[in-house]
């Protein structure tokens, strides 16, 4: 049986580094290429020797990255430029132009870290500058919804994610199958961005984030209510407020949010972010208006929301000028960078705050403080955590709800769990296998998942037999689905086609057979009468019908103490206190159903 196997790399029952290897029907497809923000050492990047020892041309078919965040682009130079792949890499336009910005500034702060170590890291272990311009050139653009051949045999499609700007799930075709990669997504538009759509696509595998995989969140107005407050008793106790926000994405959300409420609530304590990098972001959201909001994009000619009235560029010398602010700085974790030191700055008085909005990694600062540490080490030193720390997530990932929603509006024959916590994971698995009734599999890194696949046969139907299923279908008025049974037959041209099996008995000259099942129900003797168990038998079978399908006709006869359904069903009280079930092949379904239920039966005739 063809199998599709998916192996993380990254992101397998953990968050962070998300590289995940689809092999289908013969092509290799290697789906984001991050780092893992809680480590300094190898456990950055992952581990490619699981793909080979050497370069990767001839082993990846296509490289796909789904956003721009660097536990999902992050390990991308390093792949390409040193470990060697000069292979196809497709991404979305802003995705290509906002990229390589976070790429570089990431290893800026990398080499600040490493200029500060006794033992310097090996410069075969990390990119240069001139690695990521060398990488980008290699990147192919493909446009939102558009489908694209990437060789004789395999096809790409983007879909929009939400998430953040340029952020996208790719849909990967190979003949008959197919994966969906949903990368980050948010089933729900906010202030700045709209929310993911994919059409019903039916994928073979559908390979899902799973981030907030049990949690179900409040009302987005209750929590941006909760927020602006807590900003201003901060305000208000000449207090300063600290938050560690990614470059794109929550900054962009949050800075409309306390822009709109300065506005209004005639606010004059300053509002800084992180100069040049979220600066920078704010350009390229000004420059791809059409993949945000509906709102934004209506309302752009008059006035460009990123344009802020309020919000002025931050420098390092206003850490500890007095008075109350608030400071978007970047990255979002508290791992590293201008957020990082300003926490350390700021940490020890408990006048100050630092709101968490998003989801932090183990490892990180960030992770210590939101599991109330009182203690944490930067550079080598110990820092008191005074500082109030809150957590409110505005994250723009899928909960549980949204998770559910796409797996409901896409149809998938299988999910498989990436990028979310091993425990959240086993939960989510069970709700999705209790609903949908599909198979689910959450594969750890280095661990390969083979998903067996049942290739699709295309067989013709005449209208005219469509027809007659259809009026034999709505005889009795049924509602329920019901499986189409029928004679499916190789024609001269090589083709399938389904026949009604009268109609090919007649064209063959064959003679038709027919077939009825028979089944007993023994019954308790403490009944008083036939009479009175024929009777109690009709109103349970009855009541129980008229559940499964109300459309059902009854009918009884004294003579032989039979009960029929739909003409052709027959219910007997036997002398020998047995009920028999006697039913035609093409009403199988309906003959299980009703042995079911007399077999429920207990000595007083209720179910």
Partial sequence: ???????????????????????????????????????????????FRYITDSHLNGYIDCVLISHFHLDHCGSLPFMSEIVGYDGPIYMTHPTKAICPILLEDYRKVTMDKMDKRVKPIDPEKFFTSQNIKDCIKKVKVIGLHQ??????ELQIKAYYAGHVLGACMFLITVGSDSVLYTGDYNMTADRHLGAAWVDKCRPTVLI???????????????????????????????????????????????CILLESYWD?????????????????????YKLFIPWTSQKIKSTFVERNLFEFKYIKPFDRSFIDNPGPMVVFASPGMLHAGQSLNIFKNWAHDPNNMVIMPGYCVAGTIGHQILNNAKQVTIDGKRINVNIKVEYMSFSAHADAKGIMQLISNTEPKNVLLVHGENDKMNFLKRQIEKEFKINCFKPANGETEAIETFPDMNVLMSTNTYSQECLEYSKFGARKPRIFRGTVCL?????????????????????????????????????????????????????????????????????????????????????????????????????????????????????
Avoid at 147 to 152: N, S
Avoid at 267 to 280: C, D, M, R, T
Avoid at 521 to 536: I, M, P
Avoid at 547 to 575: A, H, P
Wanted: aromatic share 6%; with cysteine; glycine share 6%.
């Fill in 1 to 47: 049986m063809p199998t599709i196997e998916v192996t993380p790399l990254g992101a397998g029952q953990d968050v962070g580094k998300s590289c995940i290897l689809v092999s289908l029907n013969g092509k290799n497809i290697m789906l984001d290429c991050g780092m893992h923000m809680g480590f300094d050492d190898d456990r950055r990047f992952p581990d």
């Fill in 264 to 284: 209004r609530m005639n606010i004059k304590a300053p509002i800084y972010f992180s100069l040049g990098l979220v600066e920078k972001a704010n350009h390229y």
């Fill in 147 to 152: 489908t694209v051949r990437v060789d004789d």
């Fill in 208 to 254: 899902t984030e799973t981030t907030y995989a049990t949690t179900i969140r409040d009302s987005k107005r209750a929590r941006e209510q909760d927020f602006l407050k807590k900003v201003h008793e901060v305000v208000d106790r000449n207090g300063k407020t600290l938050i560690p926000v990614f470059a794109l994405g929550r900054a962009q959300e949050l």
């Fill in 491 to 607: 024609r001269e041209e090589g083709c399938l086609e389904l026949l009604n099996s009268k109609q090919f008995a007649e064209e063959n000259g064959l003679k038709a057979h027919k077939i009825r099942f028979t089944s007993s129900v023994a019954l308790s003797e403490d009944f008083e009468s036939l009479s009175n168990l024929e009777n109690q038998v009709f109103e349970v079978l009855k009541t129980a019908m008229d559940e499964y399908d109300s459309s059902i006709v009854f009918s009884k006869s004294s003579l032989d103490r039979s009960i029929t359904l739909n003409g052709q069903l027959v219910v007997k009280v036997s002398s020998l206190r047995e009920l028999i079930v006697s039913w035609p092949f093409e009403m199988d379904e309906l003959g299980q159903e009703v042995v079911r239920v007399l077999n429920t039966i207990d000595e007083d005739g209720t179910i």
